[in-house]
């Protein structure tokens, strides 16, 4: 099954593709699109050596001229460095305004290279092709994307719409279990944020196993989902805050554990549980869904809490927070499942409370 879903923004509109067996469909994608010319193709050791070709033999195949630049795997490499690293090989491969760039990988892959081509020459097109589950639901869409500094997560970037976003579901299947898993922390916000009905049928559903035809819909609906808010709020003025559930907290926990020990799908699911339990006691969610919300993250094999960090620290991550003015961080909180209010202030001491119920 193929499903085409445009994320609908005006003269920066874009088409995401979703289907298993579509990766060899980039070359003409991009032509689709009206790219042309030379690429530079952004991928990482694990990935690149499994889908690289295809998309080099794909791109070349539509007349496009490629070149490959391999990073290393993880958190680490959203940095000043690798950012630095895509200029220079953008400049030995001759990329000009009307070149582009293609991330093939996950959300860290994506977020890099977005951001490169967003300040390569001022900004030149540049394609989505995520592998990992995480990026094909959410960050591929949208249009963030950014770097690490040591302060925090996410604290230099840029808005930049992608030409196109081809999600091939069959990459799935190479993905590693904690990967997966990771990645269905975001496709369970999206029920908690925007869709009960959602939320339900993951609930009923058995994800246990990896399968690409039956990922499809789940997929399409989280993008579908992604494309709603964004349509309404392009530049997170508003609306658009809703998708931060769970990542106050979650941001926080990934800088001072040290990136890479959580997986930000894992570092959210914790997150969603400790906003959870300040919405039971700001904002009127039930506890019973509060309790639905961390049953069905720990039934995915996500954590539910991160022992050992302390408060103090990450009480301080989070007032650099790209989330947080005037020192204090905004958090966005569920009334229902279903439904969330972004912006929401908390009492110190109820932060630390409810930190102390959780993370330890």
């Known amino acids: 099954m193929k499903r085409d879903i445009t994320v609908d923004l005006g003269d920066r ?29 952004a991928s990482d050791e694990n990935v690149a050596p499994l889908y690289a070709d295809r998309v080099l033999q794909a791109l070349e195949n539509a007349g496009f001229t490629p070149a490959l630049e391999v990073l290393p795997a993880g958190e680490t490499t959203k940095s000043q460095a690798q950012l630095l690293n ?71 970037g840029a808005f930049h719409q992608p030409e196109l976003v081809l999600a091939d579901t069959a990459v799935l299947s190479t993905l590693p279990m904690r990967e997966y898993c990771a990645g269905l922390a975001e496709v369970v916000k999206h029920g908690v944020i925007w869709d009960a009905e959602l939320f339900a049928q993951l609930e009923a559903a058995d994800l246990a196993e990896i399968d690409p035809d039956a990922l499809s819909p789940v997929i399409a609906r989280n993008c579908e989902i992604k ?10 003025g508003g609306l658009r805050g809703i998708l931060n559930f769970g990542h106050t907290l979650a941001h926080a926990i990934e800088n001072v554990a040290g990136y890479g020990r959580y997986l930000h799908g894992e570092a959210v699911a914790i997150g969603m549980v400790y906003a959870a339990r300040l919405s039971t006691k700001l904002k009127g969610l039930s506890v019973d869904e ?41 958090f966005v909180l569920a009334d229902r499942i279903g439904h969330v209010e972004f912006g929401c202030e908390v009492p110190e001491e109820l932060m630390e409370e409810v930190w102390h119920g959780i993370g330890q």
């Open 290 to 330: 509060s309790a639905r919300i961390e049953k069905m993250l720990a039934s995915l094999e996500l954590p539910v809490g991160a022992p050992g960090l302390a408060w103090k620290e990450l009480r301080a991550a989070m007032a650099v927070d790209k989330k947080t003015v005037g020192g204090l961080p905004k």
């Open 227 to 236: 494309a709603e808010v964004v349509q309404a709020d392009e530049r997170e």
């Open 86 to 156: 895509l200029y220079s090989k953008a400049a030995a491969h001759g990329l000009d305004r009307k070149c582009f760039m293609v991330a093939l990988g996950g959300g860290v892959i994506g977020d890099l290279t977005g951001f490169a081509a967003a300040s390569w020459l001022r900004g030149i097109p540049f394609v989505q092709v995520p592998t990992s589950l995480l990026a094909m639901v959410d960050s591929s869409v949208g249009g963030k994307t950014g770097i690490n500094i040591p302060e925090g997560k996410n604290l230099v």
């Open 13 to 41: 509109s874009y088409p995401i593709h979703i289907g298993s067996g579509i990766l060899d469909d980039l070359g003409a994608q991009c032509t689709a699109q009206g790219l042309a010319g030379h690429c530079l193709v």
